[in-house]
């Protein structure tokens, strides 16, 4: 029998008052925290907002949340078998649920086109 272990979720919107949500999820050693994200997306929610791209090839960064209070890449971060607490991170502006705005602000869509309308 698989065993399952505690995931808490940070889930919510800019605005609104965080809320957490504890789900099990079956535990295989060595897992990462994002397979665990996408084992709920998959059997338990399909809309938790995540990010993720390269999957373990840690070149993305796309995939990174606070674990445990921690920023980690959820694709390289070993979910604990005590269980584990992801929300987004602290310090870049919210979108949803884990997923928060990491381009930097030089690199943002406004910053190019404000860029070009300069220019030409
Ligand atoms: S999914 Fe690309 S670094 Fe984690």
């Known amino acids: 029998m698989t065993r399952a272990v505690p995931v808490v979720i940070q889930r919510g919107a800019p605005g609104e008052e965080p ?5 099990q ?11 665990a994200i996408v084992w709920l997306r998959t059997h338990v929610d399909s809309t938790i907002a995540f990010r993720y ?6 070149a993305c960064k796309e995939c990174m949340v606070a674990v445990d209070g921690h920023t980690r890449y959820a694709c390289t971060a070993r979910l604990s078998p005590a269980g584990t607490t ?4 602290a310090n870049k502006k919210l979108v949803r ?10 690199e943002s ?3 190019i086109l404000g860029e070009r309308s300069r220019t030409s």
């Not at 992801?86 to 991170?89: E, I, M, Q, S």
């Not at 649920?97 to 030089?106: A, E, F, G, Y």
């Open 19 to 23: 809320r957490f949500e504890t789900h």
């Open 25 to 35: 999820v079956p535990y295989r050693e060595g897992m990462s925290v994002l397979d």
């Open 53 to 58: 791209s390269c999957i373990n090839a840690n």
């Open 86 to 89: 992801v929300g987004p991170l």
């Open 97 to 106: 649920d884990l997923v928060t705005d990491i381009v930097p602000p030089k």
């Open 109 to 111: 869509l406004q910053a």
